[in-house]
């Protein structure tokens, strides 16, 4: 099978690619000239890299008349939540209008492979307490540029399925982390900032945003390992939740984290440039359509994977101080 990777180059994009890859998949991915390439840089050898820049329609052509996929997961995006209060535009146009290159793009070119939409959590935005845990069915009331440009990305897979009978399944990832998470991200940058204090190369202060806010986290390997088995056997049309049914407080990764350190006492304190405008209080997802309909559910527990990411940044925090 020949799968394509958008945004391989990315946090998502390097593990899917691993798991590809084990599953025995002819591996494409699509990057920028300029993106980094840190977390792929082991697979190499391994993958066929083919540059485009998505939200340019002719790019998007170049890479599928070379890719002729058999499947595509499309995972370029502008990812993070707090940069697109001040990127609102970049947001929406890098994720709305690269996914319709490449739709537009399949239609020009009749390319008929199985299309992953990656929507979010952050497309239900508010939910009120007795909305918990979170079905596919409830209402979407996002609350961010990001999230509406998810909500975008979603319905749209849902039009061009309807409108043209693509073969295009939707999923609606919750939090995920883990090893080669961007330090943009709260647990990420948690773990970088605990792995520079044991290193000495800062005071014992962890510097964090707003800590009440609970999410719905799992590991980004038992996320892509979900992504795969929707791309071999998710229903056409249908929007999936992935996410563990559990909630866990950003402060208790964060007291998760700290307990995890070499050194003594590290203290708390709050930076107001980490507050965003409106926050989603809570969000716990149910999984049950997607166990039932492809018999996924998550097996890493959170611990490992705040484990493992500590060790990511401890490894990364050492090779740049030598
Ligand atoms: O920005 P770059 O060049 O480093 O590449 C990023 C890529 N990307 C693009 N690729 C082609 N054309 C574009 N206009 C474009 N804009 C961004 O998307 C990078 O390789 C990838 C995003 O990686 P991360 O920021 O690490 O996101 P992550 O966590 O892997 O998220 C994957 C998906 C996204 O749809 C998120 O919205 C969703 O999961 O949560």
Same mark, same amino acid.
């Given at each position: 099978?020949?799968?394509?990777?958008?945004?391989?180059?990315?946090?998502?994009?390097?593990?899917?690619?691993?798991?590809?890859?084990?599953?025995?998949?002819?591996?494409?991915?699509?990057?920028?000239?300029?993106?980094?390439?840190?977390?792929?840089?082991?697979?190499?050898?391994?993958?066929?890299?083919?540059?485009?820049?998505?939200?340019? !329609?002719?790019?998007?052509?170049?890479? +599928?008349? /070379? #890719?002729?996929?058999? *499947?595509?997961?499309?995972?370029?995006?502008?990812? %993070?939540?707090?940069?697109?209060?001040?990127?609102?535009?970049?947001?929406?146009?890098?994720?709305?209008?690269?996914?319709?290159?490449?739709?537009?793009?399949?239609?020009?070119?009749?390319?008929?492979?199985?299309?992953?939409?990656?929507?979010?959590?952050?497309?239900?935005?508010?939910?009120?307490?007795?909305?918990?845990?979170?079905?596919?069915?409830?209402?979407?009331?996002?609350?961010?540029?990001?999230?509406?440009?998810?909500?975008?990305?979603?319905?749209?897979?849902?039009?061009?399925?309807?409108?043209?009978?693509?073969?295009?399944?939707?999923?609606?990832?919750?939090?995920?982390?883990?090893?080669?998470?961007?330090?943009?991200?709260?647990?990420?940058?948690?773990?970088?900032? !605990?792995?520079?204090?044991?290193?000495? +190369?800062? /005071? #014992?202060?962890?510097? *964090?945003?707003?800590?009440?806010?609970?999410?719905? %986290?799992?590991?980004?390997?038992?996320?892509?390992?979900?992504?795969?088995?929707?791309?071999?056997?998710?229903?056409?049309?249908?929007?999936?939740?992935?996410?563990?049914?559990?909630?866990?407080?950003?402060?208790?990764?964060?007291?998760?984290?700290?307990?995890?350190?070499?050194?003594?006492?590290?203290?708390?304190?709050?930076?107001?440039?980490?507050?965003?405008?409106?926050?989603?209080?809570?969000?716990?997802?149910?999984?049950?359509?997607?166990?039932?309909?492809?018999?996924?559910?998550?097996?890493?527990?959170?611990?490992?994977?705040?484990?493992?990411?500590?060790?990511?940044?401890?490894?990364?925090?050492?090779?740049?101080?030598?």
């Amino acid at each position: 099978m020949r799968i394509l990777i958008t945004g391989i180059s990315g946090f998502v994009g390097s593990h899917l690619a691993e798991w590809a890859l084990a599953q025995g998949a002819q591996v494409i991915g699509a990057l920028r000239w300029r993106s980094k390439t840190e977390h792929i840089e082991h697979l190499r050898n391994r993958v066929t890299l083919v540059e485009s820049d998505l939200r340019d !329609v002719l790019s998007v052509r170049n890479v +599928l008349a /070379e #890719a002729r996929p058999d *499947v595509i997961i499309h995972l370029a995006a502008q990812s %993070f939540v707090a940069a697109s209060w001040q990127q609102p535009v970049e947001t929406f146009y890098t994720n709305v209008i690269s996914q319709m290159n490449l739709f537009e793009a399949m239609r020009q070119l009749g390319t008929a492979a199985r299309f992953l939409v990656i929507g979010s959590s952050e497309e239900y935005g508010l939910v009120y307490p007795d909305e918990l845990p979170i079905l596919e069915t409830n209402p979407l009331r996002p609350l961010s540029p990001y999230a509406v440009s998810k909500v975008a990305q979603d319905l749209m897979g849902w039009q061009y399925f309807k409108s043209y009978g693509m073969d295009i399944v939707r999923a609606r990832a919750f939090n995920h982390t883990g090893p080669r998470r961007g330090d943009a991200f709260a647990t990420s940058n948690f773990a970088k900032q !605990v792995a520079e204090i044991e290193a000495g +190369l800062r /005071e #014992a202060v962890v510097l *964090v945003g707003d800590l009440k806010p609970t999410r719905d %986290f799992s590991d980004v390997r038992d996320i892509v390992r979900g992504y795969w088995l929707l791309l071999e056997r998710g229903t056409p049309g249908e929007v999936y939740n992935l996410c563990s049914g559990a909630e866990w407080s950003i402060e208790r990764m964060l007291n998760f984290l700290i307990g995890q350190s070499r050194v003594g006492r590290i203290e708390i304190r709050q930076d107001p440039a980490r507050l965003r405008p409106s926050d989603v209080p809570a969000l716990r997802g149910s999984a049950e359509k997607i166990e039932k309909a492809v018999g996924w559910r998550p097996t890493i527990p959170l611990e490992k994977t705040l484990t493992d990411l500590l060790e990511f940044w401890r490894h990364r925090v050492q090779a740049r101080a030598t």
